[in-house]
C-alpha cells in the first residue's frame, strides 16, 4: 500500500516570458497548487484494489463525485494528506473487505510506509483482529523497494498529465477537484495492470523473492569503531559529533538559521582570537538580518493563508452547482450517490410541498434494519441515530449481517412494532440490536437483520413466509452473529501497553521473514498467542484470542432448537460474550463446536448438508427445545433441505411427520433424476487422464477472452473450441477447481462431461439431467420446479418420449427462479453428445439470455454445426485453442517435463536418455497432450535399452501414431484376441467391466476364473483401451473414432453389425443358463407384464435381422423371458422397502 499525491490547479510548471497580453502562455501563474492523495493497494499476483481518494477540504461536495466509480471511496482532511484516522478507514473499509475472499482465512501481508499513520495503536489492534501483518519498509528506501512506486506509479503520474493535457487542449486552463475522477480513472486503468504491477514486485526482488536486490538497497547502520582502548575524551567528542542535529544546506527557517549559527561558530575554536571576534560579528549580522527576512516571511504567509480561506469560503457561498453531501471522515461512492440522492428527494418534496403524513411501508419478502450512512464512533450509535425498516426484492438484496441470539420474555424484545413506532429503546432487548448495528459498521455493513424486529408476526402470511425461509436467509447473510447473553468475560484483562513488547517486535519481523521465504510458520502464531496480549478494540467491542471454553459450552444457545440452523446457515459465524468481547468463529472453534452439539467437523467447515444422511441431520437436534414445541419440526425444514408452510394448531408429531414425509418424496425426486453424478465422473476422468497439472490450464486464467466473460456481466457464454487432444476436458477441469475455490460460498456451480462412449452421459437429456442434479443438490428449494411434475409422474419424467420437453420446461424455469443466486453451468464435449445434440445446442443458445445471473462455458471441437447453432447466442465470446497455440504450446511443454520427470524417476533413467525423450517429445507433440499421453504410456511399458529405438517409431500427429499403435498390436502374437476386444468394446453402449467383457467376448471365455489375464490384454491395447476400477473406458473420443474410420476394415473383419450380433446372442445365452422359474424362491405363480416399454438404447438396434436373431430371440421369450421380469420385480420391491 502507498500513497500518491496528484497536483490541481497548475496545468504546467515550464517558466516562459511572455508579453503582458499573452493570457495563453502564462496559464496558471498565481493558481495556488492543491493536492490530492490516493490511496493504492497492489497484490504480488497482479491486482490492484479500489482507491482511496482524499480530498483537500473539510466536507464532501456533489460536483466531486458525478463519474461514476462504484466501490471507491473518498475521504477530505485539512491539507489534502493520509492521517491515523484515514488510514484505520482504509484498512476496515477497503483493504480487509476487499482481500477477505481471497484470503479465505490466510494471513494476508501488508507492506507499507514507515509513517506514523500506519503504525497507530488502533491500526495494529485491527491488523492483529483480522490476521493482518503489517510490514514497515526502512526508512529511505521507498523508492527502491515499495512495489507502487517502483512500477505502476511512473506511468500512472505519465498517464494522469495526458489527461490533464487533453482537458487543457479543450480550452480548460484549471483543473479543480470537480475534473480530477474524470481524469485519474481512465489514466489508472491504463497504468495499474497486472504487467506493471507485477513488474513493481519483481523490480524491488520481493516477489518473486530475491534477497540480494531487496538487501543491496536497505541502508547499513554505521560501523563501530569504538573501542574499549580509546580515550573518555575522544568517546565524548564523538558522542558529541553523533548527537549534533544535522541541518539543511540552506536554511529555510528561523531554527535551521539557528542551528547553522552555532554550528559556524564551534568551527572558529581554531581560529585566532582577532579573526574569530571579526567572523563572529559578521555572521551576527548576518543572522540577524535573515531572521527579520524569515520573520516577515511568515508574516506573508499566514496572511496569505488567512486571505485564501476568507476567498474559498466566499467561494463556496457564491457556488450554486457544488452542495455538501457529508461530513463523514470517509465515504463511499455509493455512500454519495445515496446521499445525493435524498437531497434530491428532499429538494423536490420541499418545491411540490406533500401533504403531511405516514409513508407505507413497501410490500417486499425482506425487512433490514438500516443504519445512516454517516458514520459514528462510540458507544452513542444507537441513541444517537435513527434506525429504520427497508424492504427488498429478492433479487436486489445488499450485503446485510444477522444475529443469532436466544429469546427473553417476550415483553423485553424489541418487535417490528417497537421499531416502526421509535418505540422499545428502554427494553432490554434492545442491547442486542444496539451489538448487532455497531458490529455490522464495524465489518462495513449497512445492513443488518434480527428475527424479534424484523419479522411482523401480526400479519400470518409474513410470518409463516419467514419460517420457511429463515434458513436461506442465514446462509445468505455476509455475517451471522452470536450474541451470547449468558456468556461473561469481565475478568478478561485488556493489557494496551503490549505496543512496547520487544516480544511484539520479534513476532513481526519473524513474521515477515517467513512470508519474504514463501513460508507459513503456525509456530510463530502459538508462540504470538501465547506471549503477547493483544486484544483489539472497534468502539467498545473488544476482541479476545481466547474463549472460555466451560462457559461457552454452558450456554443456553447450544439448547434451542432455531440456532442450530444459524450455526450451520451462514459461512461465517462469530460468536460473542455478552459484553461483546468476540470469543472466536466457527472454524477457529470447531473442535469445541463438535464437543457441544455433536455435529461433525467437516459440516461445521461447510460441506453441503446433503452430503450427511437424513437421521443423522435430525439427531442433530434431539437434545433441543423450542418455545413453541410444533417449532422444533419447523427448525428442522431448512437443514433437511425442504419447505412447508406452518400449520395452525398442529401437533409437533404431525409437524414432524409432514417434515420426514416431504423429505422422503424430495429424495425420491433427486434419486430419480440422477442419472450420473458429475462430480464423480469429473474425478474419473482426471485419474483416468494421470491428474491435473495446475501449470497446464492456468494460462487460460490470463487470458484476455476469459477474463472478459468472467469479469464482464454482458458476456454470458464462453465457447471453447479445439482439435481432439487438445486438452479441452483438462482445461475444463481445471477452470471448474478455480471457480470452485474462488466463487462466494452462495454462488452455484454445475457441470456435465459428455462421453460418447458411454450411454448414460451421451445425450442431452442426461445433460440437463446432471445439471440439474447438481443444482437442486446444492440449492435444495430448487427441486420445487421438478417435483412439480415429478409427483404426477414418477421416474418415467426424465426417461419416456417426452423427457426433453418436461426437463427443458423445468430448466427454464429453474434459470427464472426469483431466488436462484449467481450460476455457472460448464458442459464439456459437445460433440460427443451422440443424442438430440441440436437440440441441446439450440437450448443453450436460447436460454443463455435468459438471466444476467446465469454464466455458461462450452467446450467441443471445431464442427461447424455447433459454431453454427451457438452463433445464436447473445452476448458470446469464443477462445479458441489454434488462436491461442503460443499458450498452449507452453501448457504442453509444462505437461512434457512432468511427464518426462515422472519417467526418469520411475524408470531411473540415464541424463543422456531423459534428454532425448523430452527433445523427442518436444519436436513431434504438436501442442497435442493426448500425444504426450499415449507416447509416455508407451515408454512405461519399455525397457531403457530400448527407449531411443522406440522413440523412433513414435510419429508426430495424433492419427498417425494411431495407425502405428494399431501395427504394432496386428503385429503380436496377441493380434486375434486384442482385435476382438477392441471390436467388442467400440460397439457397447457403455463401458464395461472385465467380469462382463470376458463373458461377451469370446475370445476371452477361457478366461474366466483369470480376471488378471483380462487385465493385461486390456493392457496391450493401451493405447485404445484404459482400465480405471475394473471397468474398461477408451482412452480418448478419437481413440473410438479411428477405430470406426480408419482402422475400420481391420477391426471389424465382417461388419460391425456382426459383432452386435454375437454379443447379442451372447447375452441371451448367458440369461437362459442363469433364468429359471421363481429364481429367488418364493413358490408363486409369475406375473403377467401388460405393458413392457423397450430398453433405450435398444440392443437390437444394429443387428442384423436374419432368421436365426429371430429364433433366438423366441425362444428365449418362451423359456426364460417371464422369470426375469419376475425376478425383476422382486428386486424393485425389496430395494424400495430397504430405502
Not at 450451520?568 to 468463529?585: C, M, W
Not at 445439471?771 to 440449492?779: A, G, I, N, P
Not at 418364493?1082 to 430398453?1095: A, F, H, N, T, Y
Request: with cysteine.
Amino acid at each position: 500500500m502507498d500513497e500518491t499525491g496528484v497536483m490541481l490547479s497548475k496545468l504546467g510548471s515550464a517558466k516562459v516570458l511572455v508579453g503582458k497580453d499573452d493570457r495563453q502562455g502564462s496559464r496558471g501563474a498565481g493558481v495556488k497548487r492543491t493536492m490530492v492523495t490516493a490511496i493504492e493497494c497492489i497484490s504480488a499476483d497482479g491486482r490492484a484494489l479500489l482507491p482511496l481518494i482524499i480530498w483537500p477540504a473539510s466536507t464532501h461536495r456533489s460536483n466531486w463525485t458525478t463519474y461514476e466509480t462504484p466501490g471507491w471511496h473518498y475521504a477530505h482532511s485539512e491539507n489534502g494528506y493520509n492521517d491515523s484516522k484515514i488510514s484505520l478507514e482504509w484498512l476496515t473499509r477497503v483493504f480487509e473487505p476487499q482481500t477477505r475472499e481471497k484470503a479465505n482465512g490466510k494471513p494476508r501481508v501488508l507492506i507499507c510506509d514507515g509513517f506514523g499513520t500506519h503504525e497507530t495503536l488502533e491500526v495494529l489492534e485491527f491488523c492483529f483482529a483480522n490476521n493482518i501483518i503489517l510490514c514497515r519498509l526502512p526508512s529511505h528506501t521507498s523508492h527502491k523497494l515499495q512495489p507502487c512506486d517502483v512500477g505502476p506509479f511512473a506511468p500512472l503520474k505519465t498517464a494522469y498529465r495526458e489527461q490533464v493535457e487533453r482537458l487543457n487542449h479543450g480550452g480548460v486552463d484549471t483543473v479543480g477537484k470537480e475534473h480530477f475522477i474524470s481524469l485519474y480513472s481512465p489514466a489508472r486503468d491504463r497504468a495499474l495492470t497486472q504487467r506493471n504491477i507485477r513488474a513493481g514486485w519483481s523490480a524491488t526482488g520481493l516477489f518473486p523473492f530475491n534477497p540480494e536486490r531487496v538487501l543491496k538497497d536497505v541502508p547499513k547502520p554505521p560501523a563501530n569503531v569504538i573501542t574499549q582502548g580509546v580515550e573518555a575524551a575522544n568517546t565524548s567528542s564523538l558522542d558529541e559529533a553523533l548527537h549534533t542535529p544535522i541541518t539543511p544546506v540552506t536554511p529555510v527557517t528561523t531554527e535551521a538559521l539557528t542551528s547553522l549559527h552555532d554550528l559556524i561558530v564551534k568551527d572558529t575554536d581554531s581560529l585566532d582570537r582577532m579573526s574569530k571576534d571579526r567572523l563572529q560579528k559578521r555572521i551576527q549580522k548576518m543572522a540577524s538580518a535573515a531572521r527579520l527576512l524569515f520573520a516577515e516571511q511568515a508574516l506573508l504567509q499566514d496572511r496569505n493563508r488567512f486571505l485564501l480561506q476568507i476567498n474559498r469560503e466566499a467561494k463556496a457561498r457564491r457556488s450554486t452547482r457544488s452542495v455538501v453531501l457529508g461530513k463523514a471522515k470517509v465515504m463511499s461512492f455509493e455512500d454519495l450517490e445515496e446521499a445525493r440522492a435524498r437531497r434530491t428527494a428532499k429538494e423536490q418534496a420541499l418545491a411540490n410541498k406533500p401533504k403531511r403524513g405516514r409513508k407505507r411501508k413497501s410490500d417486499a419478502p425482506e425487512e433490514l434494519t438500516a443504519l445512516p450512512s454517516r458514520k459514528h464512533d462510540g458507544p452513542e450509535l444507537a441513541e444517537r441515530e435513527e434506525l429504520s425498516i427497508h424492504s427488498f426484492d429478492d433479487d436486489a438484496i445488499p450485503l446485510y449481517a444477522i444475529l443469532s441470539h436466544t429469546w427473553g420474555p417476550d415483553r423485553d424484545e424489541v418487535t417490528f412494532a417497537d421499531l416502526e413506532t421509535d418505540r422499545g429503546r428502554t427494553k432490554p432487548g434492545y442491547e442486542k440490536i444496539v451489538f448487532c448495528g455497531k458490529q455490522a459498521r464495524h465489518d462495513g455493513l449497512q445492513y443488518f437483520w434480527i428475527d424479534t424486529c424484523c419479522i411482523d408476526t401480526a400479519n400470518k402470511a409474513e410470518h409463516a413466509s419467514a419460517i420457511r425461509s429463515m434458513f436461506r436467509w442465514y446462509r445468505n447473510a455476509a455475517r451471522c452473529y452470536v450474541y451470547l447473553s449468558d456468556v461473561s468475560n469481565k475478568s478478561l484483562v485488556v493489557d494496551r501497553g503490549y505496543s512496547n513488547s520487544p516480544w511484539l517486535l520479534w513476532i513481526w519481523l519473524l513474521s515477515v521473514l517467513h512470508y519474504l521465504l514463501g513460508r507459513c510458520s503456525s509456530t510463530i502464531q502459538r508462540l504470538y498467542l501465547r506471549h503477547v496480549s493483544c486484544p483489539s478494540t472497534v468502539g467498545d467491542v473488544i476482541y479476545s484470542q481466547q474463549a472460555p471454553e466451560s462457559a461457552l459450552q454452558k450456554s443456553r444457545w447450544f439448547t434451542r432448537g432455531w440456532t442450530l440452523q444459524e450455526l450451520l446457515a451462514p459461512s461465517t459465524v462469530e460468536f460473542f460474550s455478552r459484553e461483546g468481547i468476540k470469543l472466536g468463529d466457527k472454524l477457529s472453534l470447531a473442535e469445541e463446536l463438535r464437543k457441544v452439539t455433536g455435529i461433525p467437523t467437516l459440516a461445521l467447515q461447510g460441506k453441503p448438508l446433503s452430503g450427511f444422511r437424513v437421521h443423522e441431520r435430525i439427531e442433530w437436534s434431539e437434545h433441543r427445545t423450542t418455545k413453541i414445541p410444533v417449532d422444533r419440526a419447523y427448525a428442522l425444514m431448512g437443514i433437511l433441505g425442504v419447505s412447508l408452510s406452518p400449520i395452525d394448531g398442529e401437533s409437533p408429531a404431525e409437524a414432524m411427520k409432514r417434515v420426514t414425509d416431504e423429505v422422503d418424496k424430495q429424495n425420491k425426486c433427486v434419486q430419480d433424476l440422477r442419472s450420473s453424478n458429475p462430480r464423480d465422473d469429473k474425478t474419473r476422468i482426471q485419474q483416468t487422464k494421470g491428474g491435473l497439472l495446475t501449470d497446464a490450464y492456468r494460462w487460460v486464467l490470463d487470458n484476455d477472452i476469459f477474463k472478459r466473460w468472467q469479469q464482464n456481466s454482458e458476456s454470458q457464454v464462453l465457447w471453447i473450441k479445439g482439435d481432439p487432444g487438445k486438452g479441452k476436458t483438462m482445461l475444463l477441469c481445471g477452470i471448474i477447481d478455480e471457480l470452485h475455490n474462488s466463487l462466494p460460498k452462495n454462488d452455484l456451480l454445475a457441470y456435465f462431461f459428455c462421453q460418447a462412449t458411454d450411454s448414460r452421459i451421451n445425450s442431452a437429456t442426461a445433460v440437463l439431467r446432471g445439471l440439474l442434479y447438481m443444482l437442486v443438490s446444492q440449492e435444495p428449494s430448487l427441486v420445487s420446479h421438478v417435483r412439480n411434475r415429478h409427483d404426477h409422474a414418477g421416474k418415467a419424467l426424465f426417461e419416456d418420449a417426452n423427457a426433453w420437453i418436461a426437463l427443458t420446461e423445468i430448466f427454464a424455469n429453474v434459470l427464472q427462479d426469483p431466488q436462484l443466486r449467481t450460476t455457472y453451468l460448464v458442459i464439456d464435449a459437445l460433440d460427443e453428445c451422440v443424442t438430440d445434440q441440436p437440440r441441446l445446442l439450440d437450448f443453450v443458445a436460447k436460454q443463455s439470455s435468459a438471466s444476467h445471473r446465469v454464466k455458461w462455458i462450452v467446450a467441443g471441437r471445431n464442427w461447424p454445426a455447433i459454431e453454427e447453432k451457438l452463433e445464436r447466442a447473445k452476448h458470446k465470446v469464443m477462445l479458441s485453442l489454434e488462436l491461442n497455440a503460443e499458450s498452449v504450446a507452453a501448457a504442453v511443454k509444462i505437461f512434457i517435463q512432468q511427464k518426462v520427470d515422472r519417467l526418469a524417476q520411475e524408470k531411473c533413467y540415464k541424463p543422456e536418455i531423459k534428454d532425448a525423450v523430452l527433445r523427442h517429445l518436444t519436436l513431434n507433440a504438436n501442442d497435442t497432450f493426448l500425444w504426450v499421453a499415449l507416447v509416455c504410456q508407451e515408454l512405461e511399458r519399455t525397457e531403457n535399452w530400448d527407449v531411443r529405438e522406440k522413440l523412433a517409431l513414435f510419429p508426430p500427429g495424433l492419427n498417425s501414431l494411431y495407425e502405428r499403435m494399431m501395427d504394432q498390436i496386428s503385429g503380436s502374437g496377441s493380434a486375434k484376441i486384442c482385435l476382438q476386444v477392441l471390436a467388442s468394446t467400440a460397439v457397447l453402449y457403455r463401458p464395461v467391466t472385465i467380469r462382463e467383457l470376458v463373458l461377451l467376448a469370446e475370445q476371452l471365455g477361457r478366461f474366466v476364473n483369470d480376471l488378471e489375464s483380462v487385465r493385461k490384454i486390456v493392457s496391450l491395447c493401451g493405447s485404445f483401451l484404459t482400465l480405471q476400477d475394473d471397468t474398461v473406458y477408451f482412452v480418448h473420443q478419437s481413440a473410438k473414432d479411428f477405430l470406426f474410420s480408419t482402422a475400420y476394415n481391420h477391426v471389424f473383419s465382417d461388419s460391425a453389425e456382426r459383432v452386435h450380433q454375437e454379443i447379442f446372442l451372447k447375452s441371451l445365452a448367458i440369461l437362459s443358463r442363469t433364468l429359471h422359474r421363481d429364481i429367488y424362491g418364493l413358490k408363486m405363480l409369475g406375473s403377467s407384464i401388460k405393458d413392457v416399454e423397450p430398453p433405450s438404447p435398444d440392443p437390437l438396434a444394429d443387428s442384423v435381422n436374419n432368421p436365426q436373431v429371430r429364433d433366438a430371440v423366441l425362444e428365449f421369450l418362451k423359456e426364460k423371458y417371464l422369470y426375469c421380469v419376475h425376478g425383476k420385480a422382486v428386486v424393485t420391491r425389496a430395494g424400495s422397502t430397504r430405502s
